[in-house]
């Protein structure tokens, strides 16, 4: 008898830990407000603020000097501020002030940047921008790059596998020693 009332006893038990677990699994459904959740977001363009530079590039001086242009961002309408910070990059210095710019972003989509540029010599520079879009506190940035190319870029004259120049008429001319065989 008191083995069937082991049994009996453990059988309760288990039934009993199975009960308080399964009636555990059954939770109440809290009532969350729309505010309140929070909905993964699906990324379809490139992380960071919608910003693009819509300038043709690269930026053109004849000569070392001074140099005006004007970068023209794009920016979705979509309510808020967008920041921008302007920096010149190496060799290269940003004459014109300021170098910080902010627009209420509103149904236009192109905001004008004019800047002044310093280019000492002769080569290929870079003027760089860091855009944020802030909307509803939270704060989106890009870094977009503007080339600027002083002078005419230099094309170096391109090599053959075995360092034979290629000629006038685009044609590589290697050397190759054929043994051609008449066929039987």
């Not at 083995?3 to 288990?14: D, H, I, P, S, V």
């Not at 379809?44 to 919608?50: D, Q």
């Not at 192109?110 to 760089?128: E, F, S």
């Amino acid at each position: 008898m008191d083995r069937e009332c082991f049994w009996k006893a453990a059988l309760a038990g288990l039934i009993g830990i199975l009960a308080v677990s399964l009636s555990a699994c059954d939770t109440p459904d809290t009532q969350v407000s729309p505010a309140q959740k929070s909905e993964p977001r699906t990324h379809l363009a490139k992380p960071g603020a919608s910003i693009t530079l819509k300038t043709p590039q690269p930026f053109f001086l004849d000569t070392p000097g001074v140099g005006n242009f004007e970068l023209v961002l794009s920016a979705p309408p979509m309510g808020g501020v967008m920041q921008v910070d302007v920096t010149a990059g190496a060799g290269l210095e940003l004459v014109s002030s300021p170098g910080h710019f902010e627009f209420l972003l509103t149904r236009e989509t192109d905001y004008k940047l004019p800047i002044q540029i310093n280019a000492p010599a002769i080569g290929r520079y870079y003027v760089n921008l860091q855009a944020s879009i802030i909307q509803n506190g939270q704060r989106d940035s890009r870094v977009i790059t503007a080339i600027v190319q002083v002078g005419s870029p230099v094309a170096k004259p391109q090599k053959g596998g075995n360092g034979k120049s290629v000629g006038a008429d685009g044609i590589i001319s290697l050397p190759a020693k054929e043994t051609i065989q008449p066929a039987n």
